[in-house]
């Protein structure tokens, strides 16, 4: 059975055909929404800009109003427009300099994109990497359907966003990226076997001491869903993680290295190997493996797994090909990146550990290698060479 029959996630070349103004169907801008940012093609430079697409999804940017809303809810049973007459108590304009959405509150925003999807073809959605680190809560409504954070193959719409900052207040403005989306073709994970079959060819995860080292495949822990199940790094990192702080001034999403991280965030310190976390908040801890993702292959951090104790591990899940991966002359060189996780302790105070199996990371065949790999044409930087690293609106630790 070929990969197209097996499924598979689309990468950069047919995302961008699928937002070409023109295009049949796939992905456009919203009317009275700006062009889609397809980005420059052709030889990489330093003023090559993947605009809006990614190896293997597209960013989506924010429309210009949002609407504080009572409680969240699925449009299945009604309409989005209906449901707002209902629940909304104010609006906020997002335009130029934007506007604060308060912590704790749940606001609704109409995304500057929408679909129309072929047969054959669905959408998954997810926050972005750098929402995830800023604690916003996000997930993309699609009318009609019945489940959040998904579009079946074939719908066409308009796409919604709720938005709930979970530890700061934060400042919002028209385009900006919170979420990101991927289209796919059929059923596209791995099975236990195969991904065993791409480790034993292709090491996917390095020691984060050594990363010249791959993992021995007999040290590594696949899962019955065909996961890597990933574990926690505390020990040989001071602080091993880092605490919203309570009470901070409001966050500029769009800023970039605008906000010292003492003013947001509070060291966390393993003493013997572990660290107690306060439910409610919330932390980021980092992978004690470094991971890597061929070009051929794109990754999901589930989110949630509640055998692994009464938390939340993770809210940005999607890692595109060429994660943690590094080639010289087309060759690939032993590397890796940490994957930093985004936790939340829920009900009671909850003990972590160096070493417990914390998060599990699925593989996906994509449809070939993208024209580039993560981190590549990318607008500023990536989290190609993370370990413990903060969201973009935060100088390093210390500057």
């Not at 991927?182 to 996917?204: F, I, N, S």
């Amino acid at each position: 059975m070929g990969r197209e029959q097996r499924g598979s996630i689309l990468v950069d070349r047919e995302l961008r055909a699928f937002a070409e103004p023109g295009s049949r169907s796939g992905i456009r801008a919203a009317e009275g929404s700006a062009p889609i940012e397809l980005g420059e093609l052709g030889e990489l430079g330093e003023s090559d800009d993947a605009g809006q697409i990614q190896p293997a999804s597209v960013d989506l940017r924010l429309g210009a109003i949002a609407w504080r809303v009572r409680a969240g809810f699925l449009p299945e049973g009604a309409s989005v427009e209906d449901r707002l007459a209902q629940l909304a108590t104010s609006s906020l304009s997002l335009r130029g300099d934007g506007a604060v959405l308060e912590r704790g509150l749940i606001y609704l925003v109409p995304l500057a994109e929408e679909l129309q999807l072929p047969p054959g073809v669905h959408a998954r959605f997810n926050p972005r990497s750098s929402t995830g680190r800023c604690d916003v809560f996000t997930r993309v409504l699609v009318p009609g359907h019945p489940r959040f954070d998904e579009a079946p193959a074939g719908w066409s719409g308009r796409l919604w966003l709720e938005v709930a900052p979970l530890s700061f207040p934060v400042r919002l403005r028209e385009g900006d990226r919170l979420c990101q989306l991927r289209l796919q073709r059929g059923d596209a994970a791995l099975t236990t076997e195969e991904l065993r079959a791409v480790y034993a060819k292709t090491p996917l995860c390095f020691d984060r001491e050594n990363p010249e080292r791959p993992l021995p495949i007999e040290r590594v822990r696949f899962d019955a869903d065909g996961a890597l199940e990933l574990r926690l790094g505390l020990e040989g990192r001071d602080p091993c993680g880092w605490r919203a702080a309570l009470h901070t001034d409001v966050l500029d999403f769009a800023g970039r290295g605008v906000h010292a991280a003492q003013d947001f965030w509070e060291p966390v310190h393993a003493r013997g190997g572990h660290s107690i976390l306060d439910p409610g908040r919330f932390y980021l801890f980092a992978s004690r493996e470094r991971i890597r993702v061929p070009p051929d292959l794109a990754a999901e951090m589930l989110p949630i797994d509640v055998g692994i104790g009464e938390l939340r591990n993770n809210y940005a899940g999607f890692f595109d090909n060429g994660f943690g991966w590094e080639e010289t002359d087309g060759a690939p060189r032993p590397a890796g990146t940490p994957a930093v996780l985004e936790v939340r302790a829920h009900d009671v105070p909850f003990l972590v550990e160096d070493g417990q199996v914390f998060c599990r990371l699925r593989f996906f065949r994509t449809s070939g290698r993208p024209d580039r790999l993560y981190g590549q044409g990318r607008r500023g930087p990536s989290y190609q060479g993370q370990d413990l690293t903060l969201a973009r609106p935060f100088r390093p630790p210390g500057e």
